[in-house]
């Protein structure tokens, strides 16, 4: 079997209700996918934060065996292919050789710790309201309402905003739903620690991304000076650009995305390099119904950290923000049920890509 094409796909979905997190202000979702055919006929879909070039393309991928991705994920790298770009092609081999072998992606992988996957629902963004607070009350609500266990708001936007805000939807979903809390890298590190030792008295699950990513001895400065766990790394392109930041132990919780980080190939790499040195991963999930796929395929085979009877919960990052790419782009769609979400079990990445959709938004 021959790879004999790969066109790329750059999409937009244009958003009808801009939102905000602590450094810009979306009003529309760029995604980069690819499709990846080969000669015998089996297509895999793929998806990266930007699309590879023509001349990567046909220089390391046109013409290779599918299976043989160690070879074409290097050739990619070498030339100097942004890894995110690398990331598409490379869901797309593994998407490819599920369907080969008739076997979902997970199996391939080693075999599922679990069949379905508890969600935390992000969403609560800053929006265009009169009255922020009773807004983001609200949506803390519904969200339980639909029978989320977990949840998480950003923050990131001053502390008269942040203490308020999470003090308010702690207030309104009580103690029993976990909440966690993102600051998209929109603090300094004083900021950071100041404003999260108020926002700690709120029983948090995590403080996400309180600073710049490669702001490595400033995110243990900040795990060392507050009573909660710290992760981030969704941006991270690349095992050596976790290494420090792991073996430093920078982070309770690692959060790389397979879509950036580099594929199902590099993604189980990190986590062995995570687990090698006891942090926890729980992948980013922030994108278009193909990663959500990839990341349900991912959680499967993630194994319980640490093997305790009663472990910490292996979560699914649950994107419920409007994005029509993620929830209209599969033909069945991926939802949830109270909170819970079944891992696909098709072969591959377990769903069918819509065309339809797939032009409307090309």
Same mark, same amino acid.
């Given at each position: 079997?021959?790879?004999?094409?790969?066109?790329?796909?750059?999409?937009?979905?244009?958003?009808?209700?801009?939102?905000?997190?602590? !450094?810009?202000?979306?009003?529309? /979702?760029?995604?980069?996918?690819v499709e990846v055919i080969t000669d015998n006929?089996?297509?895999?879909?793929?998806?990266?934060?930007?699309?590879?070039?023509?001349?990567?393309?046909?220089?390391?991928?046109?013409?290779?065996?599918?299976?043989?991705?160690?070879?074409?994920?290097?050739?990619?790298?070498? !030339?100097?292919?942004?890894?995110?770009?690398?990331?598409?092609?490379?869901?797309?081999?593994?998407?490819?050789?599920?369907?080969?072998?008739? &076997?979902?992606?997970?199996?391939?992988?080693?075999?599922?710790?679990?069949?379905?996957?508890?969600?935390?629902?992000?969403?609560?963004?800053?929006?265009?309201?009169?009255?922020?607070?009773?807004?983001?009350?609200?949506?803390?609500?519904?969200?339980?309402?639909?029978?989320?266990?977990?949840?998480?708001?950003?923050?990131?936007?001053?502390?008269?905003?942040?203490?308020?805000?999470?003090?308010?939807?702690?207030?309104?979903?009580?103690?029993?739903?976990?909440?966690?809390?993102?600051?998209?890298?929109?603090?300094?590190?004083?900021?950071?620690?100041?404003?999260?030792?108020?926002? *700690?008295?709120?029983?948090?699950?995590?403080?996400?991304?309180?600073?710049?990513?490669?702001?490595?001895?400033?995110?243990?400065?900040?795990?060392?000076?507050?009573?909660?766990?710290?992760?981030?790394?969704?941006?991270? /392109?690349?095992?050596?650009?976790?290494?420090?930041?792991?073996?430093?132990?920078?982070?309770?919780?690692? &959060?790389?995305?397979?879509c950036i980080c580099g594929g199902f190939t590099?993604?189980?790499?990190?986590?062995? !390099?995570?687990?090698?040195?006891?942090?926890?991963?729980?992948?980013? !999930?922030?994108?278009t119904a193909i990663r959500l796929a990839a990341?349900? &395929?991912?959680?499967?085979?993630?194994?319980?950290?640490?093997?305790?009877?009663?472990?910490?919960?292996?979560?699914?990052?649950?994107?419920?923000?409007?994005?029509?790419?993620?929830?209209?782009?599969?033909?069945?769609?991926?939802?949830? *049920?109270?909170?819970?979400?079944?891992?696909?079990?098709?072969?591959?990445?377990?769903?069918?890509?819509? /065309?339809?959709?797939? &032009?409307?938004?090309?």
């Open positions: 079997m021959k790879i004999v094409d790969v066109k790329t796909y750059p999409l937009v979905y244009p958003v009808q209700d801009p939102f905000s997190n602590a !450094m810009r202000w979306t009003r529309e /979702r760029p995604f980069g996918v006929g089996i297509t895999g879909w793929g998806e990266g934060a930007i699309v590879p070039t023509r001349r990567a393309l046909d220089a390391h991928v046109i013409g290779q065996n599918p299976f043989h991705y160690e070879v074409i994920w290097e050739g990619l790298h070498k !030339m100097g292919t942004d890894t995110a770009a690398i990331s598409a092609v490379d869901i797309a081999l593994w998407d490819i050789m599920g369907k080969a072998l008739d &076997q979902p992606i997970y199996n391939l992988l080693g075999g599922a710790f679990r069949n379905r996957v508890q969600a935390y629902a992000t969403g609560m963004f800053q929006r265009d309201r009169a009255d922020k607070t009773a807004f983001l009350i609200a949506e803390a609500k519904d969200y339980a309402d639909q029978g989320f266990k977990a949840m998480k708001m950003k923050v990131g936007f001053g502390p008269d905003y942040d203490i308020k805000n999470v003090a308010a939807v702690r207030r309104a979903i009580g103690d029993d739903i976990l909440l966690a809390v993102d600051a998209n890298c929109g603090y300094d590190r004083g900021s950071a620690i100041a404003i999260g030792q108020r926002l *700690t008295e709120n029983n948090l699950l995590w403080f996400e991304e309180p600073i710049s990513a490669d702001d490595i001895d400033g995110y243990i400065e900040i795990r060392r000076a507050l009573n909660v766990r710290i992760s981030g790394a969704e941006q991270l /392109r690349g095992r050596w650009a976790f290494r420090r930041m792991l073996q430093e132990h920078a982070l309770d919780i690692a &959060q790389p995305d397979v590099e993604f189980r790499k990190i986590a062995a !390099m995570a687990s090698a040195n006891h942090v926890r991963v729980i992948p980013h !999930m922030f994108g990341t349900l &395929q991912l959680l499967a085979v993630l194994p319980d950290a640490p093997r305790a009877l009663e472990p910490f919960p292996t979560l699914l990052e649950y994107d419920m923000s409007e994005n029509a790419l993620r929830t209209e782009l599969a033909r069945e769609p991926i939802r949830h *049920t109270d909170g819970i979400v079944t891992i696909p079990q098709g072969p591959g990445l377990g769903i069918e890509i819509n /065309r339809e959709v797939l &032009q409307r938004y090309g």
